[in-house]
C-alpha cells in the first residue's frame, strides 16, 4: 500500500503487457497470503494462472527482532531455492530492502545457481544519513546485510541519474552495472474536469474552506515547511491553509500541532487530513492552489510528478533528485532555509 508497492505492481504490469516472446513468471510470498488471490486476479488476463506461483516461507521473520534470525536465514535460502526452481534466464526483484518490521524476506547471491538477478534501486537515504535512521543496531544489521545483497545483484535499475551516481560513488559499483530508469506516475493521476459541486464534496471532507499549499508526507521536512508556511505575510497565510494530505500517527500530529501552536498559527491553519483514498488524493491535486515538496532527500521524487500530472503548480527542493523531476530551476528552493522555502510559496 506504500508508493514502492503502487510502483511495483504498475511496473510489473507494464512490463508483462510489452513481454511479447518472453514468457513472465509472477513469484509471490505465501507470508502475505491475503494478498496473493488479489494480485493473482489483477493479472489473470496478462498471465496464465500457472504462471504465477507462490513461495512459502518461515514466520516470523522482522528483521529487526534478533530472535528471528535463523529463521530469516532460512527464509532467505528457501527463497533462493524456489526462485532457481522456477529456472528463469533473469530474476527481478522490486524492492530488495523490505522486511525490517514485517515477514517480507529479500536476498541475491546466497545460492551459487542462482540466475542474473536485477533489483530496482529507490535509494541510499538510511546508508547516506546513518546517524538518523541506523542507530538501532539491529536495524543497522539488517541493512548492512541487505546492502550485501545489493552489492551481489547483477544490476540495478536506479529511479533517478542521482540515485544511479549516489550508488556507484558510495558502493564503489562499475558504472555499467547501474542504469537511470526513472519512474513513471500511475494514470489515475491527471487532469479532472471537476464540477463545483463534486470539489465542494472532496474539500469539505477534509475540512479545507480556503485555496490549498498541499504536501503528502509528514516524514520529510514537515516542521521547515509549516514554520515557512508561518513565515508567509499575513494576508497571504490567512487566505490559505497548509494541508498536509496523508495519514500522520497520533504522537506526531501532536507533537505537528503543537508546534502550529507555538508558531501562532490558528486552529485551521493546518489541516491534517488523515488517510485519503486514491481517488480523493488526486481530486486535492487538482484543486491545490499549489504543491510543496521540500524533502531533503529523495531517490525520485513521485508526489511532485503526481501533482504535476493533475495540472497543480509544483515547487520542490533543489537537492537530490527532485531538479530532476521538477526540471525547472525557477521552481526550485534551498530546503534547509524556511525563508526560502516561504518565499519560493509567496
Known amino acids: 500500500n506504500r508508493g514502492i508497492g503502487r510502483y511495483s505492481l504498475n511496473l510489473a504490469e507494464a512490463m508483462v503487457r510489452r513481454a511479447h516472446r518472453h514468457e513472465v513468471v509472477i513469484a509471490l510470498n505465501g507470508a502475505f497470503e491475503d494478498m496473493v488471490e488479489p494480485i493473482r486476479e489483477q493479472f489473470r488476463d496478462l498471465v496464465p494462472p500457472q504462471r504465477v506461483r507462490v513461495w512459502s516461507q518461515l514466520r516470523p521473520t522482522a528483521g529487526i527482532d534478533q530472535a528471528n534470525r535463523w529463521r530469516v536465514r532460512a527464509s532467505e535460502l528457501l527463497r533462493e531455492h524456489a526462485l ?6 533473469l530474476v527481478h526483484t522490486t524492492s ?60 540495478l535499475l536506479a529511479i533517478s541519474e542521482h ?19 526513472l519512474g513513471d ?61 496523508c495519514k500522520v500517527e497520533d504522537v506526531e500530529r501532536k507533537r505537528l500541532l503543537a508546534l502550529c ?49 493533475c495540472g497543480a503548480p509544483v515547487i520542490g527542493s533543489d537537492s537530490t533528485s527532485i531538479p530532476e523531476v521538477i526540471g525547472r530551476s525557477d521552481a526550485l528552493f534551498d530546503p534547509t532555509s524556511v525563508q526560502a522555502i516561504s518565499a519560493k510559496i509567496s
Open 84 to 89: 532457481c526452481e522456477l529456472a528463469p534466464d
Open 261 to 309: 501552536q507555538r508558531l501562532g498559527l490558528g486552529y485551521d491553519d493546518v489541516v491534517f487530513t488523515g488517510y485519503v483514498s486514491d481517488d480523493d488524493l488526486v481530486g486535492l491535486y487538482n484543486l491545490c492552489k499549489i504543491f510543496v515538496f521540500p524533502s531533503l532527500h529523495e531517490g525520485f521524487g513521485l508526489p511532485a510528478l503526481e501533482a504535476m500530472r
Open 96 to 155: 530488495l530492502f523490505e522486511g525490517g518490521g514485517d515477514d517480507a524476506v529479500t536476498s541475491v547471491g546466497l545460492l551459487k545457481a542462482e540466475p542474473p538477478t536485477a533489483v530496482t534501486l529507490y535509494d541510499l537515504i538510511p546508508f547516506l544519513n546513518a546517524e538518523r535512521y541506523l542507530t538501532d543496531p539491529l536495524r543497522k544489521t539488517w541493512y548492512v546485510r541487505k546492502l550485501r545483497s545489493l552489492r551481489a545483484a547483477d544490476l
Open 185 to 245: 506516475a500511475d494514470a489515475r493521476f491527471r487532469r479532472l474536469p471537476l464540477s463545483e459541486e463534486a470539489a465542494e464534496t472532496i474539500l469539505r471532507r477534509y475540512g479545507l474552506h480556503r485555496p490549498s499549499i498541499m504536501y503528502t508526507d509528514w516524514r520529510k521536512n514537515i516542521e521547515g515547511l509549516i514554520e515557512a508556511y508561518a513565515w508567509l505575510p499575513q494576508p497571504l497565510r490567512e487566505a490559505h491553509q497548509l494541508a498536509v494530505v
Open 163 to 181: 540515485s544511479r551516481r549516489e550508488a556507484i560513488d558510495s558502493l564503489d559499483l562499475d558504472p555499467d552495472s547501474v542504469v537511470a530508469i
